[in-house]
């Protein structure tokens, strides 16, 4: 059975950096869709970014581009997400998740899910 399970959230202020992680157990992540999504209070959840196991191509949101980068390392079983220039609106549960057949940066597409880690961009 896949096994997610993130770290690396925290206390930021704006403007700062932080990475998560998030590393898988049970079965090897190298043929999976690698995601990491957020919900924000009273806010639907959200793709943030997305690599895919086919070729390592990534989607990132129109809200994170330029300042968040995903990246995966097989060896490991791990994904990472990058984060640069924090906002106050990046605030946030990140959780990271995968997909055996994705089509898109949606959870729709994708069965295991990581317990989330809070993240938060404040003074």
């Known amino acids: 059975q896949l096994h997610l399970a993130e770290s690396g959230g925290g206390l930021v202020q704006p403007g700062g950096s932080l990475e998560l992680s998030c590393v898988a157990s049970?079965?090897?992540?190298?043929?999976?869709?690698l995601g990491w999504f957020r919900q924000a209070p009273g806010k639907e959840r959200e793709g943030v970014s997305c690599?895919?196991?086919?070729?390592?191509?990534?989607y990132d949101a129109d809200s994170v581009k330029g300042r968040f980068i995903i990246s995966r390392d097989n060896d490991k079983n791990t994904v990472y997400l990058r984060m640069n220039n924090l906002k106050p609106d990046d605030t946030a549960v990140y959780y990271c998740a995968a997909s055996p057949g994705g089509r898109s940066c949606s959870g729709s597409y994708y069965q295991d899910w990581g317990q989330g880690t809070q993240v938060t961009g404040s003074s």
């Open positions: 690599i895919s196991s086919a070729d390592g191509s990534t």
């Open positions: 049970g079965t090897n992540v190298d043929r999976y869709d």
